[in-house]
């Protein structure tokens, strides 16, 4: 008899900002599978389960062992940080289910994403349109990670960056900085966050013009404003329209 696989957004990291049904999953589960990191920050409800913790570009092999405990009647849980379907482990999982021409019984639970938790602490920065673009060319070429931004910045999008800068990867965002610059002013409001809602959280708002690319890391999610956003009272705020259709004084 076959188990079910459930594929669990954690959030940033904070245990408030977990949904309940994520919390839930887990502790139905058997088993817990993950990147190391992530295993951390939910280990407080992974007593007397199995646990598979490994460390990163394993997202494969964890698909691989998570199917198979579920299809050998396990209940399994693989926890992804943020929302399991962006950029976490929903894509490999099915992805190796259509590959392997199998078929299993999964629930998606979706949870805060990076994106979501850093345009919180920045105030309303993605109240219109945005793209969100990984700058890791682990998986996607360079060529072809430019060649998004470049659309993103044409057609004025919010840029939500994933992944923005690595030790190996040290000079990709100040390209991205160039590219934007080519069709947003100087003045435009960018916003860096670091551990949304996790110890060390750090929240900082600049400008286009004074970004300095060697503040953001693997731990940074970064929003770059469209060119009608801007600051009030230290927020980003990327306006919807409402003030061309009504009156917003009061």
């Not at 594929?7 to 940033?12: E, F, H, K, Q, R």
């Not at 199995?50 to 209940?75: D, F, I, P, T, Y």
Request: aromatic share 6%.
């Amino acid at each position: 008899m076959q188990g079910k696989l459930y594929l669990v957004g954690i959030g940033p990291g904070s245990r408030e900002h977990t949904t309940r049904r994520a919390v839930e999953a887990i502790r139905e589960s058997d088993v817990v599978v993950g990147y190391t990191t992530y295993l951390r920050l939910v280990e407080d409800l992974l007593s007397g389960k199995e646990v598979l913790a490994s460390g990163m570009r394993r997202e494969v092999e964890r698909a691989r062992q998570a199917v198979e405990l579920a299809l050998g009647g396990k209940k399994v849980a693989i926890v992804s940080s943020g929302d399991s379907g962006i950029y976490g482990m929903a894509s490999a999982v099915f992805e190796y289910l259509a590959e392997n021409r199998l078929e299993l019984e999964v629930e998606v639970v979706p949870g805060v994403t990076s994106a979501l938790a850093a345009a919180a602490l920045l105030g309303a920065p993605l109240g219109n349109d945005f793209a969100v673009i990984s700058l890791s060319d682990l998986l996607v070429p360079w060529q072809e990670i430019e060649r998004r931004v470049e659309l993103a910045a044409e057609g004025d999008f919010v840029i939500v960056l994933y992944n923005p800068r690595s030790s190996r990867r040290d000079w990709q965002l100040g390209r991205v900085r160039e590219i934007v610059l080519e069709h947003r002013p100087q003045a435009t409001p960018v916003g860096l966050v670091r551990n949304a809602y996790r110890d060390g959280c750090a929240v900082e708002v600049t400008t286009l013009r004074e970004m300095n690319p060697a503040k953001a890391d693997m731990l940074t999610t970064l929003i770059i404003g469209s060119s009608r956003s801007f600051v009030y009272a230290g927020r980003i705020i990327t306006p919807r329209g409402y003030r061309s259709k009504y009156s917003m004084r009061g």
